[in-house]
């Protein structure tokens, strides 16, 4: 249920567009500057062989500390083992670069800038993104296949005509838990609902619910008035779930679960009632209710959900219960299996809603690099203790549209949010070329 952000900032500093990176290594035949400097020692400094104090600048540390710095570096080397040499360097100014340099297993795209003046410490660094060397599609379903507990993925080119074509995938029919992935179907409905006349994008609501994790509304007062639109862009950027049960409550849930039958679903009973963020933590943490709800039919829940309402709200959640690891994913969840997560972002690409495809691009999901290669790319993802999903509409530079889908579920433990997001990068890279 919360959102991914999956770029890893080492500091504050602007992107540019790297698509038409140019390959440009500094050799001994270009004048030293104090960024050439900098550039040439940042693999010791991302090994951890140079004193950080001697290399960023006291702003940069200030930021960032030393030991959040070290965390990052250990994570890198963990994953893709030791940063090796610069391979290339497109300057953007006196004092900053886009640098492309080599890990073991990758090579890494980063912004980096030093100060204008002596002693020139770096004051910006941005890792922008990973590829990994020598990639395939085999590979890529193997690592897939690793993972324990359970993982899908599907990948699907739509052409000209609308025909959808598998090019890979893993258990594409097996339901999986999609935590916050499950917002779709409230976008599609709101699009929908504005298509049809019936509302309009800038239509103002009042914010009429709270709930745990609301990276955009956390603490602000009921009533609020806020538009469709910013609810919608609140909810799939942020994974906002405040403005989520808003939206749900002002659509209705049997208009989104009549969307959700419309575009078709493998198996209804699994992914029905939708609930609210809401109505799912209370459940979740209530060992009553709980019980209640796992063991009842579709019938009986909804009549539990609307007896049982008071006790149902963002105050009598238990968040102390919401941090100790998987707790009911396989039975008070937002349930589908990777088809019917493509069958849903290819009727959301099938509106042709200019607003509906601006929101999903808000949040990438990717790093720039990554997201570089595409000529547009939406994205909504999803992850809870145990479940992980991730989704994309991309549309390539040739113009070739594609369905890119992906969810990892482990009851037993937490999933590695980081090496799925990885995995999934990597099937993005290689879908691009």
Known sequence: MRTMKLALVLGALSLSPISAFAQTPATAAQPATPLDARIAQLP???????????????????????????????????????????????????????????YEKAIATADISV??????????LLIKGFETK??????????????????????????ADGTRTQ???????????????????????????????????????????????????????RDTPVTLQTLATWMISVSDNAATDTLMRVLGREAIEKKLALIGHSNPERALPLLTTVEAFALKTNPELSKAF???????????????????????????????????IDSIEWFAAPVDIAALLNNMRSTASASLLNILSVNKGVAPASAAKWAYLGYKGGSEPGVISMSFIAKSKAGAFYNITGSWNNPATEVDNAVFAQLMTRLLDNVAG
């Open 44 to 102: 010791s400094v991302l090994s951890g062989k140079l004193p950080y104090a001697d290399y960023f600048a006291p702003s940069f540390l200030a930021a960032v500390p030393e030991a959040q710095l070290k965390g990052l570096s250990d994570q890198l080397i963990a994953q893709y083992g030791r940063p090796l040499k610069v391979l290339s360097i497109k300057r953007v100014g006196p004092s900053s670069a886009t640098v492309q340099i080599e």
């Open 115 to 124: 100060e204008p003046s002596a002693p020139n410490k770096i004051v910006g």
């Open 134 to 159: 020598d990639d395939t599609a085999a590979k890529i379903d193997a690592d897939f296949a690793a993972l324990p507990g359970t993982a899908g993925y599907l990948v699907e080119k739509v052409a």
């Open 167 to 221: 090019i890979a995938g893993r258990n594409v029919t097996q339901q999986f838990a999609v935590a916050s992935t499950f917002k779709l179907y409230v976008l599609a409905e709101l699009a929908a609902q504005v298509d049809a006349g019936r509302r309009k994008w800038s239509d103002v609501v009042p914010l009429t619910d709270i709930s745990y994790s609301s990276t955009a509304t956390q603490g602000w007062p």
């Open 294 to 328: 796992q063991t009842a039919s579709e019938a009986k829940q909804r009549a539990l959900l609307q007896q049982k309402s008071a006790d149902l709200t963002y105050e009598k959640i238990n968040l102390v219960a919401l941090g100790s690891g998987p707790v009911a």
